[in-house]
């Protein structure tokens, strides 16, 4: 079996924003794409990820402070257990 993977080469000086990139992500998933992995090149992935505020609720604490690498998956696969 074929497992196609499209990866998408995210530059933040180009003109689109995160919106615009989840919404190829899906298309490219609803057009037989198995994965699509979105790299947001402009990230320092040496930096930290997620920072700690005490002054959130429990559970909400850790916050995300940087654009992650993030692969997505189709819903139809049962193997799948992340997708959008």
Excluded: C
């Excluded at 992995?37 to 997620?50: I, K, M, N």
């Excluded at 959130?56 to 916050?63: A, T």
């Excluded at 993030?70 to 992340?82: F, G, K, L, M, Q």
Aim: glycine share 4%.
């Amino acid at each position: 079996m074929l497992d196609l993977m499209v990866i998408v080469d995210w530059q933040l000086d180009q003109a689109a924003g995160h919106d615009e990139v989840l919404t190829l992500a899906k298309v490219l998933l609803q057009q037989g794409a198995e994965r699509v992995a979105v790299y947001p090149r402009w990230v320092d992935f040496s930096e930290q990820a997620f920072e700690y505020d005490s002054r959130l609720p429990v559970g909400q604490r850790w916050v995300q402070v940087r654009e992650q690498i993030v692969i997505y998956r189709r819903r139809d696969r049962p193997d799948n257990a992340i997708s959008i």
